[in-house]
C-alpha cells in the first residue's frame, strides 16, 4: 500500500497533496468568509492539477471552468454582496457541537480508514489507457453510453437556472 | 518549405533538454509581452489623442515615444501607500492574481508554424484552455475590491464578477461554433483548417472563420466580450472612474497599480492574439493559398513561392501585426462608444450575445449535417434559412417581452440594492 | 413494381404535422396575415397534408395491387413500444387490402370534406382550432386502421373518440352541444369497455398458450400472430371464441352506432356538418365494420357470436329506419340513415360475407358523405335553419345542390339495374350473402336469412324516407320558410338539442342539464351563448348557392356516388381485392340465393321502387299536414318514431337516474360513513403521533447534521467490527 | 502518476471529505457550509477519479469493451457531480440571497424555521 520508493512523482504529489490538504482546511478554520472561499478556489486548482496528474485532462480543465471560474466567484459575489449591506462578520461563537463535530469527524475519519486498509490492495496499479481523459474519449462516451443522464443534467440545469431566477427575482 | 529560421533553429532547439525547451518557449511568450506593453501604452495614447483630435504625448522622446518609460520611472519611485485596517494578504495577491491570467492564455498561441519554438504547449485542450484560464482573471479584480476595504473598490469588485461571469458564457459558445466545425480544441489544428479552401469550395483562398458567416458571428461575439473580459471601454464598469473613482483599484498606488496596468495591457494583447489565431487566420498574411494560386497561374509562380517563403519565415511578424490591428481595434471602441449602463450590460449579455452564440452553435451543428449528407451548397442554404428563421422568432419575442413590459427598469421588475436602503432606480427616456 | 411500403408512415404522419403545425400556428398565422388570407393560407395548410397522404395511399395501393394475392399482407415495425418481460407492443404498421381500402376511404373523402369545410368555416372564428381537430381526427382514423396490433388499434379507437367529442362539442358554448358531446364520449365507453376486455382475453389465451401454438416472440397483439394462431387456438373452445368475439363486438357497437349504443350518433349532429359528414358517417362509425373484418377469424369460428351480430344489425337497421319518419331535421334524417345502414354492414359480416360489408362502407362513404355535404350546403342556404318543415322547392334556388344531391338520394335507394345507383352493389351482396347461407345460426334457428327479409324490408323503408327528405327539401308546391308561424321561430334552436323538447320537463335530480354543470354555470353558459350561427330565418330570406369550394366536393363526391358501386363490383373487383380465395374456417360463400320464389335484384327493384312510388304518393305535394307544425296533428305512430319510440328516455333515464342515485346512496351512506370515518380517524392518529414526534424538531439544520454524522459513524463502526472480528462481531 | 499509490489519492480525499464534513457542523455561517458541500463533493470527485485511473488487476481480465466502460464511468460520475453542483449552487445560493432580503440575516442558528 505505501511507495517503495521515492519518485519525483511522488513528490509532486505529495506537494499539491499537502496543499490541498492545507486548503481544504484553511476553509473551516478562517473566520472570515472570503479567506475560507479563497482557501477553496486553491484547493480546487490544485485539485485540477491532481487530476491531470491521473490523466483526466479534460475534467481537470472543467475543474477550473466550472469551479474555480463560475462556482467559486458565485460564492464571492454572494460573500460580498451581502457584507455590502451588513459590514459586521457573523459571531461564531463555540458551543459543544463544535468539540463533538471535530471528534466525531476524527472517529469517521480513522474509521473509514481502517476500512480502506483492507479495501485497498496491491493489485491496484495505474492501468487505465494514457489516452483516457482526452476530449475525443470523453466526449465520445458522454454522448453515445451517457447520452440520457446527459439529457437529464441538462433538464435539471435549465430547472435550476429557472428556479434561480425565480428566487431571485422579486416580481415576476 | 522550409525557410531560414527553421534551418537555423531547429536542430539546435530539439537537441536540448525537454526542460531547457520549455523553459525557452515560455521566454519567447513572456518577453515580447512584457516589452511590447510600454509600446502598447503610448500607442493608445497617441492613438485615443488623435482620434479625439488633439495631440497626445509629445515631450519625452521623438513623439513621446519614451513617455511610458517616464511614467514607469515615476511609477516605481512614487510613495506606496498602503491603507489601514484592509485584509492585508488579499490586498497584496491581487495585483499578482491579475497579472497571472494574462501571460498564462498566452501559453498556447501559435505564433508560427515552427513546432518547436511555438506555442509554450500545443495541448489537446487549447481553447478550453484559454477560457478556463481567462475565467481565473475575475479573481484580481474581486479580491482588490474586497481586500482595499472600501465601498468603492468593492463595488468594483461586485461589478466586475457578475460582469465576466456573464460575458464568459457567451465567449465560450462563439468559440463552441468554432470548435464544432473545426473538431479540435487544438489552437494549432485550428490554424491549420483555415489554410484549407474557403467555404470548402473557393480553392484559392484560405478558409479564415471570420470570411465564413458563422464565424464572422462568432468574431463579432467573441470581440464583444473580449472587450468586457478585460475590462475596456465601454464595458469598463468595474473601474468607472466617474461613478466609482477608480473601481477595484482605487486604493492601489505606486508599483502595485502599475502591476495592474501591465495586466490589462498584456490581457488586450493576449486576446488579440487569441483573437488572431481563431478568426483571423493565424500566423498567415494572406488569406491566399499560393501554392494552388501558382497552379492555376504559372506566371506568378515566382511571385507565390515568396509569398510562401515570407510567411514561413516572417510568421511571427504577420501574428504580431494581427495583434496590433486587434489592440487599435480595441482603441478604436474606446474613443468611439460610450460606456454602457449597468442593467444594459447585462441584457446585452444575457439576452443577446447568448443567445446569438447558442443559436449560432447549434446552426452550426445543422450546417455540418447537412454539408455532410447533402454537400456544401445545401449546408449553407440549411444554415442562412435557420438563421433566418431565427431572426424572425428573435425579434417577435423580444419585441412582444418590450410591448408587454415597457422599457424602464422598474416596469421590467429590476431593482437595485445599493447598501441596505433600497430604491428602485427610474430610467428617463 | 417494387414499392418502399416505409413511405405508409409518411401517410400517417402528415395528418399529425397538420394537426401540430394548425395546433401551434394556425392562430399565430391567422393573426398575421388577416382574417381572409390567413384563413385561406391555414385552411389550404389543411388540406395539404390529407391530399398528400391520399396520394401516397393510391401509390402504395397500386403496388400492393401489383402483388400476388397471397402476399398482399405486409407488416412493418417501425420501433418498440411497450416491451415488458414477456408482452412485446412495437410500433408496427399492416398494409394490406383491407387498411388500404380504408386508408383510401379516409383520406379521399377526408380530403373532399376539408376542402369543403375551409369554405363551411369561413365565418368561424375559431377557425384553427377546427382544423386542428380535424387533422387529429384523420391521423387518428389512420392509426385506428394501419396500425398493426389491437393496442395501436386502441390508440386509434381512443383517439377518434377524443376527436369525435371535440368536434362534437366545438361550439361549446351551446350547452346542448357540449352535452351531445359528453353523450357520445360516455355512450362509447361502454362500448370501450368490450373492446378492452376482448383484448385482453384474446391475450390471455394466447399468451397461456403462446408455446404450443409457436409464437416466441411476444407480439401478442400483433395481427400477424393473432390471425394465423386463432384457429388453433379457439378451435376447441367455442365458448371462448363466443365470449371473446361478443367483446370485440361490443367495442363495434359502440363506435358504429348499433341498438342500443346508438344513442349518441343523432345527438353528434349537433357538430359542424363536415365533422357529421366525415365522422358521424363517413369514416370513423365503420371502424366497428373495420374491426370485424380485421377479426373476422373470431367471427367466423362462433356462429353465435355472428347470428347476434346479424340480429342486432338487422334490427337496428329497421329501428333506425322507422324512426328516421319522425324525424323533421335533415340532419337527423340523414342520422338514422347512417345507423340504419351501419346496421346494413353488420348484417354482412354478420353473415359471413365480410368484403360486402366493406364494399356497403366504401359505397356509403361515397354517398353519405355526400348527403351530408348537401344537407349542410342546404342549412348554409337556408341560414342554419335545419328544419325540413321550412324548406320546400329549394332546387330553384341551389341547383348545383339539389343535382348532387338527387345522386346521392338514388345511390342510397339501392335501385337494382339502374348502374348509377351505388348503394344497389353492395347491398345486394350483403342481402345475398345473409340469404344464401347458413353461417349465422343459433341452434337451428338461421338468425341470417330472417336479417335478410328485414334488409329487404329495410330497403323499402329507406327508399320511402329518403325520398320524402328529399321532396320535402327540394320540390313541393310552397317555400315553407315564408310561412313559418311565430311559435315557431323560437323553437328551431330544439334541433340542435340533446334530448329534445321531450326532456324539458323531465327531471334527472339535481343535475338537471348535463352531467356536468351545476345551476350557477348554467345561467353564465346559457348567457354567454355565442348567436352567430343562429341567422333569423324569415319570410324574405333568399338562399343562395354555396361557392365553389364547398359544391366542388360536392361534385366529385356525386361522381363517386354514381360510378363507385358499378366500378367496384364489376368482375367482382372489391371482392376480389379484399378477399380473393375462400375464408380459412367457413369456406366459400355464395351470394345468390336460390330459395327465393324472384331473383333477389327483382325483389330489392320491386322494394326500392315501391318505396319510391309511395314517398313521391305522400310527398308529392310538399308537407301534409300531418307532419307540420302542429304536433297535436301528428300521428301516433310519427309521434312515437320522433321520440325514438321512448327507447332515448327509457334509456337516459335508467343510466344517468339509476347511476345518480346509485352515487348519491354510495355517498351519503358509504363514503361518508365508511371510508371518511376510517381516514379521518387514521388522520387524528398521525396528528396525535406528529405531535409527539415534532418535539425532536429543533430546527438547528447544524444539530441535524450532527446527529446524520453520529448515526454515520454508528454504521461505520459496526462494519468494522464486521470487518475486524472484533468482540460482537465475526469476520 | 508515477510511483504514486492509490491509497495516496484516497486518503487525501477522504481527509478532504471529513474537514468538509466536519466544517458542516462547526460552522455557522451558511455560504461557509455550502463550500463545505462543495469540498465534499470534491473529494468523491477525486475518489471517482482515482479508481477510474487505477483499476483492480482482475479488470484486466473482462474484454476490451468492458475495461473501456469501467475505466470512463468514473469521469462521467465527475461529469455529472459537477453539473448537478453547479445547479444546486445556482440554487443554494439563490436561496440564501432571498432568506436574506427577507430576514436580514443569515446565521444558520437562527433559521429555525424547520422547528416542528
Known amino acids: 500500500m505505501l511507495p517503495e520508493q521515492i519518485t519525483p512523482g511522488l513528490l509532486v504529489f505529495a506537494a499539491m497533496g499537502g496543499i490541498a490538504a492545507l486548503a481544504a482546511l484553511g476553509v473551516i478554520l478562517f473566520p472570515n468568509a472570503v479567506r475560507s472561499a479563497l482557501c477553496l478556489v486553491l484547493n480546487f486548482f490544485v485539485l485540477a492539477g491532481l487530476y491531470f496528474t491521473l490523466g483526466a485532462e479534460l475534467l481537470g480543465i472543467t475543474q477550473i471552468v466550472v469551479y474555480t471560474g463560475a462556482i467559486m466567484v458565485l460564492f464571492l459575489f454572494v460573500i460580498m454582496l451581502l457584507n455590502l449591506a451588513a459590514p459586521q462578520q457573523l459571531n461564531e461563537k463555540g458551543d459543544i457541537k463544535k468539540p463533538l463535530g471535530v471528534v466525531m469527524g476524527l472517529g469517521m475519519l480513522a474509521l473509514i480508514l481502517a476500512q480502506l486498509q483492507v479495501a485497498i490492495g496491491k493489485d491496484f496499479g495505474p492501468r487505465s489507457e494514457a489516452n483516457f481523459g482526452t476530449p475525443e474519449v470523453v466526449g465520445r462516451t458522454l454522448f453515445t453510453l451517457y447520452a440520457f443522464p446527459l439529457e437529464i443534467v441538462g433538464i435539471l440545469l435549465v430547472v435550476g437556472i429557472v428556479g434561480s431566477i425565480l428566487l431571485a427575482k422579486r416580481k415576476i | 518549405m522550409r525557410g531560414i529560421l527553421q534551418i537555423l533553429t531547429e536542430e539546435w532547439t530539439t537537441s536540448l533538454p525537454g526542460w531547457v525547451q520549455a523553459l525557452l518557449r515560455a521566454l519567447l511568450l513572456v518577453l515580447p509581452l512584457l516589452i511590447l506593453v510600454p509600446g502598447l501604452i503610448w500607442l493608445e495614447r497617441r492613438l485615443l489623442s488623435w482620434m479625439q483630435d488633439r495631440i497626445g504625448p509629445n515631450r519625452v522622446g521623438p513623439k513621446g515615444l519614451l513617455q511610458p518609460i517616464a511614467d514607469g520611472v515615476k511609477l516605481f519611485f512614487k510613495e506606496d501607500i498602503t491603507p489601514s485596517h484592509i485584509d492585508r494578504f488579499i490586498y497584496f495577491i491581487a495585483p499578482a492574481i491579475a497579472l497571472f491570467p494574462a501571460f498564462a492564455i498566452g501559453g498556447t498561441l501559435p505564433w508560427g508554424p515552427l513546432y518547436w519554438l511555438t506555442p509554450v504547449a500545443d495541448v489537446n485542450i487549447g481553447i478550453l484552455y484559454m477560457l478556463a484560464i481567462s475565467s481565473l482573471g475575475v479573481y484580481g479584480v474581486v479580491l482588490a475590491g474586497y481586500g482595499s476595504d472600501n465601498k468603492y473598490s468593492l463595488m468594483g469588485g461586485l461589478r466586475a464578477s457578475a460582469q465576466l461571469i456573464s460575458y464568459e458564457l457567451a465567449m465560450g459558445m462563439s468559440l463552441a461554433a468554432i470548435v464544432l466545425a473545426t473538431g479540435s480544441l487544438k489552437m494549432t489544428s485550428i490554424v491549420y483548417l483555415q489554410q484549407q479552401p474557403l467555404w470548402d469550395t473557393v480553392n484559392i483562398l484560405q478558409n479564415w472563420f471570420i470570411f465564413t458567416p458563422f464565424g464572422f458571428i462568432s468574431a463579432v461575439i467573441f470581440l464583444i466580450c473580449m472587450v468586457a473580459e478585460t475590462n475596456r471601454a465601454p464595458f469598463d464598469l468595474p473601474e468607472a472612474e466617474n461613478e466609482l473613482i477608480a473601481g477595484y483599484h482605487t486604493e492601489y498606488s505606486s508599483m502595485k497599480f502599475a502591476v495592474f496596468f501591465m495586466g490589462e495591457y498584456a490581457a488586450m494583447f493576449v486576446f488579440s492574439g487569441v483573437f488572431a489565431a481563431i478568426f483571423l487566420g493565424g500566423y498567415n498574411l494572406l488569406p491566399i493559398r499560393w501554392e494552388v494560386l501558382s497552379e492555376l497561374a504559372p506566371s506568378l509562380a515566382g511571385f507565390c513561392r515568396f509569398m510562401e517563403w515570407m510567411n514561413v519565415n516572417f510568421s511571427w511578424l504577420w501574428f504580431l501585426g494581427k495583434c496590433a490591428f486587434g489592440i487599435c481595434v480595441y482603441i478604436w471602441i474606446r474613443a468611439t462608444l460610450p460606456r454602457l449602463r449597468y442593467d444594459q450590460l447585462m441584457s446585452l449579455g444575457w439576452r443577446s450575445l447568448l443567445p446569438i452564440a447558442v443559436t449560432n452553435f447549434m446552426l452550426v451543428a445543422l450546417w455540418m449535417v447537412v454539408s455532410r449528407v447533402y454537400g456544401p451548397a445545401n449546408g449553407w442554404i440549411s444554415y442562412f434559412v435557420g438563421a433566418i428563421i431565427f431572426a424572425i422568432g428573435y425579434s417577435n419575442v423580444t419585441s412582444a417581452s418590450r410591448r408587454a413590459k415597457g422599457d424602464t427598469l422598474e416596469q421590467r421588475g429590476i431593482t437595485m440594492t445599493d447598501g441596505g436602503a433600497r430604491r428602485t432606480i427610474e430610467v428617463i427616456k | 413494381m417494387a414499392a418502399n411500403y416505409n413511405q405508409i408512415l409518411y401517410v400517417l404522419l402528415l395528418p399529425l404535422f397538420g394537426a401540430i403545425f394548425q395546433a401551434l400556428f394556425g392562430k399565430a398565422l391567422v393573426d398575421a396575415l388577416g382574417v381572409k388570407l390567413g384563413r385561406r393560407v391555414s385552411g389550404t395548410l389543411a388540406v395539404l397534408p390529407i391530399a398528400l397522404a391520399f396520394l401516397i395511399g393510391v401509390q402504395l395501393t397500386q403496388a400492393l395491387a401489383a402483388l400476388p394475392p397471397d402476399q398482399r399482407h405486409i407488416q412493418i415495425q417501425f420501433a418498440d413500444w411497450i416491451s415488458l418481460l414477456s408482452i412485446k407492443i412495437p410500433f408496427e404498421v399492416v398494409v394490406d387490402p383491407l387498411s388500404m381500402t380504408m386508408v383510401l376511404v379516409i383520406t379521399g373523402v377526408g380530403a373532399l370534406i376539408h376542402l369543403y369545410a375551409t369554405g363551411y368555416m369561413a365565418e368561424e372564428p375559431d377557425y384553427p382550432r377546427f382544423f386542428t381537430y380535424l387533422n387529429l381526427f384523420i391521423a387518428c382514423m389512420l392509426i385506428l386502421v394501419l396500425g398493426g396490433n389491437l393496442a395501436l388499434l386502441f390508440i386509434g379507437w381512443e383517439g377518434v373518440g377524443l376527436c369525435s367529442y371535440l368536434l362534437i362539442g366545438f361550439w361549446y358554448k351551446d350547452l346542448a352541444n357540449a352535452k351531445a358531446a359528453n353523450k357520445a364520449f360516455i355512450t362509447n365507453r361502454v362500448g370501450d369497455w368490450g373492446l378492452s376486455l376482448g383484448m385482453f382475453l384474446l391475450v390471455a389465451e394466447l399468451g397461456a398458450h403462446a408455446k404450443e401454438l409457436g409464437i416466441t416472440d411476444g407480439r401478442f397483439l400483433s395481427y400477424d400472430n393473432i390471425i394465423p394462431h386463432a384457429v388453433n387456438l379457439l378451435q376447441g373452445q367455442p365458448a371462448v371464441a363466443t365470449a371473446i368475439a361478443l367483446l370485440f363486438f361490443v367495442g363495434a357497437m359502440g363506435k358504429s352506432a348499433q341498438f342500443p349504443l346508438y344513442l349518441w350518433l343523432p345527438d353528434a349532429m349537433a357538430g359542424p356538418t363536415p365533422v357529421s359528414a366525415l365522422i358521424h358517417a363517413a369514416t370513423m362509425v365503420t371502424s366497428g365494420v373495420v374491426l370485424l373484418n380485421r377479426l373476422h377469424i373470431l367471427f367466423e369460428l362462433s356462429p353465435v357470436a355472428s347470428a347476434v351480430v346479424v340480429a342486432i344489425g338487422a334490427f337496428t337497421a329497421l329501428f333506425a329506419a322507422l324512426i328516421a319518419f319522425g324525424q323533421t331535421d335533415i340532419k337527423k334524417v340523414l342520422a338514422y340513415s347512417t345507423v340504419s345502414q351501419l346496421g346494413y354492414m353488420f348484417i354482412g359480416c354478420g353473415a359471413g360475407v365480410y368484403w360486402a360489408g366493406m364494399f356497403h362502407v366504401t359505397t356509403h362513404a361515397f354517398f353519405k358523405a355526400l348527403l351530408f355535404l348537401g344537407s349542410g350546403a342546404v342549412i348554409h342556404a337556408m341560414a342554419h335553419n335545419q328544419d325540413m318543415r321550412n324548406y320546400g322547392k329549394l332546387a330553384k334556388y341551389i341547383p348545383i345542390t339539389c343535382v348532387t344531391m338527387m345522386v346521392g338520394w338514388f345511390a342510397i335507394c339501392a335501385i337494382p339495374f339502374t348502374f348509377i345507383s351505388s348503394g344497389a352493389f353492395s347491398k345486394e351482396a350483403i342481402l345475398g350473402g345473409a340469404l344464401a347461407n347458413n353461417h349465422a345460426m343459433i341452434g337451428d334457428v338461421n338468425v341470417g336469412r330472417f336479417a335478410g327479409y328485414a334488409g329487404l324490408f329495410g330497403g323499402f323503408l329507406t327508399a320511402f324516407y329518403m325520398t320524402r327528405m328529399t321532396w320535402l327539401t327540394f320540390f313541393g308546391n310552397k317555400e315553407r320558410w315564408k310561412e313559418i308561424p311565430v311559435a315557431h321561430h323560437e323553437e328551431h334552436h330544439e334541433d340542435h338539442g340533446h334530448h329534445g323538447e321531450a326532456h324539458a320537463d323531465h327531471h334527472h335530480g339535481t343535475d338537471v342539464h348535463g352531467f356536468f354543470y351545476t345551476d350557477e354555470e348554467m345561467a353564465v353558459i346559457e348567457a354567454e351563448k355565442p348567436h352567430e350561427h343562429h341567422h333569423a330565418l324569415d319570410g324574405s330570406h333568399v338562399p343562395h348557392e354555396v361557392p365553389p369550394s364547398m359544391w366542388l366536393p360536392l361534385a366529385v363526391l356525386a361522381m363517386l356516388a354514381a360510378g363507385g358501386g358499378i366500378y367496384l363490383d364489376s368482375g367482382e373487383r372489391f371482392k376480389l381485392w379484399l378477399q380473393p380465395d375462400k375464408l380459412p374456417v367457413i369456406g366459400e360463400l355464395s351470394t345468390e340465393p336460390h330459395n327465393l320464389p324472384l331473383p333477389l335484384t327483382m325483389i330489392s327493384l320491386i322494394a326500392g321502387g315501391l318505396g319510391i312510388l309511395l314517398g313521391l304518393a305522400f310527398y308529392y305535394k310538399g308537407l301534409p299536414d300531418k307532419e307540420g307544425w302542429d304536433l297535436k296533428k301528428w300521428s301516433p305512430f310519427r309521434r312515437a318514431a320522433k321520440e325514438q319510440f321512448g327507447f332515448d328516455n327509457a334509456a337516459m333515464s335508467i343510466a344517468v337516474d339509476g347511476g345518480g342515485d346509485l352515487s348519491r346512496a354510495a355517498w351519503q351512506v358509504v363514503d361518508v360513513h365508511g371510508i371518511d370515518g376510517v381516514v379521518n380517524d387514521a388522520g387524528y392518529l398521525a396528528g396525535a403521533l406528529g405531535a409527539l414526534l415534532r418535539k425532536l424538531q429543533t430546527g438547528f439544520i447544524r444539530s441535524y447534521a450532527l446527529v446524520m454524522l453520529i448515526g454515520g459513524i454508528l454504521l461505520l463502526s459496526t462494519l468494522t467490527l464486521y470487518m475486524y472480528g472484533l468482540p460482537g462481531g465475526s469476520r | ?116
Request: glycine share 6%; proline share 3%.
Open chain 4, 1 to 116: 502518476m508515477q510511483g504514486v499509490p492509490l491509497f495516496a489519492y484516497i486518503a487525501l480525499a477522504l481527509f478532504m471529505f471529513t474537514v468538509g464534513t466536519v466544517g458542516v457542523i462547526i460552522r455557522r455561517n451558511p455560504i461557509v457550509i455550502f463550500m463545505c458541500v462543495e469540498l465534499m463533493l470534491n473529494a468523491v470527485n477525486l475518489t471517482f477519479l482515482a479508481f477510474a485511473r487505477y483499476m483492480p488487476a482482475m479488470a484486466l481480465q473482462h474484454n476490451a469493451a468492458q475495461r473501456a466502460q469501467s475505466q470512463m464511468a468514473g469521469q462521467m460520475m465527475v461529469i455529472f457531480v459537477m453539473a448537478v453542483a453547479a445547479a444546486e449552487v445556482a440554487v443554494g445560493l439563490g436561496i440564501i440571497m432571498a432568506i436574506y432580503r427577507l430576514r436580514e440575516n443569515i446565521d444558520i442558528d437562527e433559521l429555525n424555521l424547520l422547528k416542528g
